[in-house]
C-alpha cells in the first residue's frame, strides 16, 4: 500500500474507532489518559526533533517562529470560535438538550479536525515515517472525541448505527485538509513550506499544553502518564533509526 493511503488510512482510525467505542464500551479512564499521554510525547517529539529543524533547513529561523506561532494561534482561534470538546467532558453534565449539545459539537469537532488533518500531510515534505508518526498521534488524541459525541448522541436517539456513522463524519474534514495540504505542499516555494512546517510544529505544541499534558496530568494520581510522555519520546527517536 502506498504511504499516502496508508496515512490516510490511519488519519481517519481516531474519530471512527472514537466513536465506535461510544456506542459499544467505553474504556477505563487510566487507558485513556495513558494513551493521551503517549500522544503528547510522540507530537512534542516530532515537533522538537523534527518539524522546527525542518522549518528552518527549508526557510530561516524568523519564518519558523513565525510559523509556529500562526500555528498556535490558529489552534487558540479555533477553540475560542468553535465549540470544541475535551475528554474530560463526558464526566460532566450535559445541557437540558441533550441532543442539540451533542449536534452542536459534532460540527464544532469536524472544523476543528481540518487544521489536523493538515498537519497529518505533513509527511509530504519531510520523511514518511514522521507522516505516520504524526498521523498515528493525533488519531490517538481524536478517539476521546469520538466517544464524547458518539455516547450522548446515542443515548438520545437509542439508534446504534445512525450515532456511529454521525460522529465518525467528523473525520471527513480530517481527510479534505490532509488532501489539500499534501496538494498545497508540493505546488508552493520552499519558504512557504517551511513556514507551513512551522505552523504545524505549532499546533501541536498547542494541543500538548492546552489539553494533553494538563488533562493527564490533572486527572490520575499515579506517575504512568509521565512514563508514557517518555515512552511516546522514546517511540520518535526509536523511529529516526529505522
Known amino acids: 500500500m502506498e504511504p499516502f493511503l496508508i496515512i490516510l488510512f490511519i488519519s481517519t482510525l481516531g474519530p471512527v474507532l472514537g466513536s465506535l467505542i461510544g456506542i459499544l464500551k467505553r474504556p477505563s479512564e487510566k487507558f485513556m489518559y495513558d494513551m493521551l499521554s503517549f500522544a503528547a510525547g510522540v507530537m512534542l517529539a516530532i515537533s522538537f526533533l523534527e518539524l522546527i529543524p525542518e522549518s528552518i533547513g527549508l526557510s530561516n529561523e524568523w519564518i519558523c517562529i513565525a510559523g509556529i506561532i500562526i500555528g498556535a494561534l490558529v489552534m487558540y482561534l479555533t477553540d475560542r470560535l468553535l465549540p470544541h470538546i475535551h475528554p474530560e467532558f463526558c464526566s460532566q453534565e450535559y445541557g437540558c438538550n441533550l441532543k442539540k449539545t451533542a449536534l452542536y459539537l ?8 481540518f487544521p489536523e488533518g493538515m498537519a497529518m500531510a505533513i509527511g509530504a515534505v519531510t520523511e514518511i515515517k514522521t507522516g505516520l508518526a504524526i ?12 466517544i464524547c459525541t458518539a455516547a450522548p448522541f446515542y443515548h438520545v436517539t437509542g439508534r446504534r448505527l445512525q450515532s456511529f456513522l454521525v460522529s465518525a463524519s467528523t473525520a471527513i474534514p480530517v481527510i479534505i485538509g490532509f488532501i489539500i495540504a499534501n496538494s498545497l505542499y508540493q505546488n508552493i516555494s520552499p ?9 504545524t510544529a505549532g499546533l501541536m505544541i498547542y494541543i500538548c499544553a492546552d489539553e494533553l499534558i494538563p488533562l493527564t496530568g490533572a486527572k490520575t494520581a499515579n506517575h504512568s502518564t509521565i512514563f508514557y510522555l517518555i515512552c511516546g519520546v522514546i517511540f520518535v527517536i526509536f523511529l529516526k533509526k529505522l
Open 135 to 146: 498521523a498515528l498521534a493525533i488519531a490517538i488524541h481524536d478517539i476521546p472525541e469520538g
Open 191 to 199: 519558504e512557504l513550506v517551511g513556514l507551513i512546517v512551522g505552523a
Open 106 to 113: 459534532i460540527i464544532g469537532i469536524s472544523l476543528h479536525n
